[in-house]
């Protein structure tokens, strides 16, 4: 999946995507396993946001096992790295052998992608009938209608799952390691658990899915990341066959077999992006990401283990401060949104339709982000010099007249290489018979790609292809050139026709070419070039 990005990402901040995305994910070293006899197993207790106390102990309450997650850019999240002191009195006695089936985080995105990392010994020992004992970091029973359903799926019968309510000192706790510890280093056994669930469950036939997050219930009962203008992405993919679900309304079973069984599914990036660790081989993921500076680092490492075919499209709005985690965010329809619709549904964007969406939801998030921000002065002050800095930009834009189009350049005998001319410019004086040597064509924006060569003679033939600039042909060795052909990648080529022919030095025009077509002059000299573009929408697609 990782073989060219650029077909991938349609995002404001390309290269830390590429960064997150090509790390080596799995590590070589064999996961150990530990017995503590008379082990004590803790509940969890918290310190602050995302650290707890509790886990294993041996008998003396030194801590021994919890769980690890380190996060380079902020230390620990869902950590368990220290044990408490409690009265013997209140530990509960358990005289059995048990697993240390590890934390179950409260949130399910995070549960889905971390809380399964020690079953992978589960698995491998079916065998094995001991009870799997875990801590939780759930303050009620609501998790118990996803959490034991996906245990089981996993490979833990339902009565052998054990949630540590209060201290409990076991004959021997096995524990195993954990299969990851961090989203840039995993062993391959991480996969076993999301494998063993689909094992057993039965793929949906519903083939196009919008999964939305406008009924998320953790969002209105705990006030999390509050996301406006949803309904321009859900109405877009209903209008092209998705059904549009609120996948967490769902059984456990029922949202595993939805996502196994579809071919295509869009969502924003976060939660619902996690599901990709259960689609078919080459099912399409459309992720849209809801504040396009932010790279979502456990996301890119889904991708890169994944089965699904995905592409990630910045699906930001964001003009005021955003918190991509607990903060006001506005969807919409944006220039990288636009390219990646042309590309991928071979359509031209209304962008009427985007605009009545966005302005219709801009009065509640304006008012949502006031109200949230109003007494912290930097994020006002920020955003503010944002907003200003956005107009500016925009009217530099407009002054320059920025279009996106081609620039190319000819060397030709005695005189060199000449000016850059853009599209339809003629490359040189059709009055000098002045040989043409060498061509450089490119995009004036990065998004498209434009290949070329050049005809030698009948005895060299064609050059190497090249792209981006590069020369084609040869300088200072006084070789003409008899010969072009000029094409677009893939997806450039979706959206453009290339058009360009020849001047020759007997006078006359070659008729035009197209979309790598070969152009031969017979022998004859060529003296100049003319290229243009035709838009196959006949839009102005974004600059970048």
């Known amino acids: 999946m990782l073989e060219d990005l650029s077909k991938r990402l349609y995002v404001e901040n390309a290269e830390a995507w590429k960064e997150a995305l090509i790390q080596k994910r799995f590590v070589d070293a064999k996961l150990e396993v530990k017995v503590v006899e008379r082990g004590i197993i803790l509940p969890s207790r918290k310190i602050k946001f995302g650290t707890f106390q509790g886990g294993v102990c041996d008998e003396n309450l030194n801590f021994v096992a919890g769980n690890k997650r380190k996060y380079a850019e902020r ?143 953790f969002t209105k009962k705990h006030g999390n990341v509050h996301c406006f203008n949803e309904k321009y992405f859900e109405d877009f993919f209903s209008a092209r066959g998705f059904e549009v679900v609120s996948i967490e309304k769902l059984e456990a079973q029922e949202q595993i077999s939805l996502i196994m069984g579809a071919d295509e599914i869009a969502a924003n990036i976060g939660t619902l992006t996690h599901w990709a660790l259960f689609c078919k081989l080459g099912a399409k993921f459309i992720m849209l990401n809801r504040t396009s500076s932010f790279v979502t680092k456990i996301q890119a490492v889904i991708n890169n283990v994944s089965d699904a075919d995905w592409y990630i499209v910045d699906g930001s709005k964001n003009y005021l401060f955003a918190d991509r985690t607990h903060g006001v965010c506005m969807f919409g329809a944006n220039k990288y949104w636009k390219v990646f619709v042309a590309h991928y549904f071979g ?52 002054e320059n007249n920025r279009s996106l189009s081609i620039i190319y350049q000819t060397h030709v005998a005695l005189k060199g290489w000449g000016e850059w001319k853009k599209e339809n410019q003629l490359s040189n004086n059709l009055e000098q018979n002045l040989d043409i040597q060498a061509i450089r064509i490119s995009f004036t924006q990065p998004f498209y790609e434009i290949y070329y060569s050049v005809y030698y003679n009948d005895k060299e033939g064609w050059s190497e292809e090249v792209s981006r600039g590069q020369i084609a042909g040869t300088t200072g060795k006084a070789k003409a050139i008899t010969g072009v052909k000029i094409w677009l990648n893939e997806f450039s080529a979706k959206i453009f026709n290339v058009f360009y022919r020849v001047h020759k030095f007997d006078g006359e025009w070659t008729s035009w070419a197209k979309n790598g077509e070969e152009i031969l002059s017979g022998g004859i000299k060529l003296n100049s070039i003319q290229i243009k573009l035709e838009d196959r929408f006949r839009m102005n697609l974004p600059t970048s």
């Open 347 to 398: 359509e031209r964007l209304d962008e009427n339709q985007a605009d009545k969406y966005f302005n219709e939801a801009l009065p509640d998030y304006i008012n949502f982000w006031l109200k949230k921000y109003s007494k912290s002065n930097e994020q006002v002050a920020d955003s503010i010099k944002n907003v200003c800095s956005r107009i500016a930009a925009l009217e530099r834009e407009m």
């Open 75 to 217: 230390g620990g999240f869902n950590t368990i790295e220290s044990a408490y002191e409690v009265a013997r009195e209140d530990i509960i006695q358990l005289d059995e052998d048990v697993i240390f089936g590890g934390l179950l985080a409260e949130h399910f995105g995070h549960f889905l992608t971390e809380s399964l990392c020690r079953l992978w010994y589960v698995i491998q020992h079916p065998e094995l009938k001991s009870k799997v004992l875990f801590v939780t970091t759930l303050k009620d029973g609501d998790h118990r209608k996803y959490t034991n359903k996906i245990l089981e799926l996993a490979g833990v019968a339902p009565e052998r799952i054990v949630y540590v309510g209060k201290p409990m000192q076991c004959r021997s706790i096995t524990i195993p390691e954990q299969a990851q510890y961090d989203w840039t280093r995993m062993h391959k056994e991480f996969l076993l658990p999301y494998q063993e669930i689909k094992s057993h469950v039965t793929p949906n036939n519903r083939k196009k899915l919008y999964l939305t997050r406008t009924g998320f219930e």
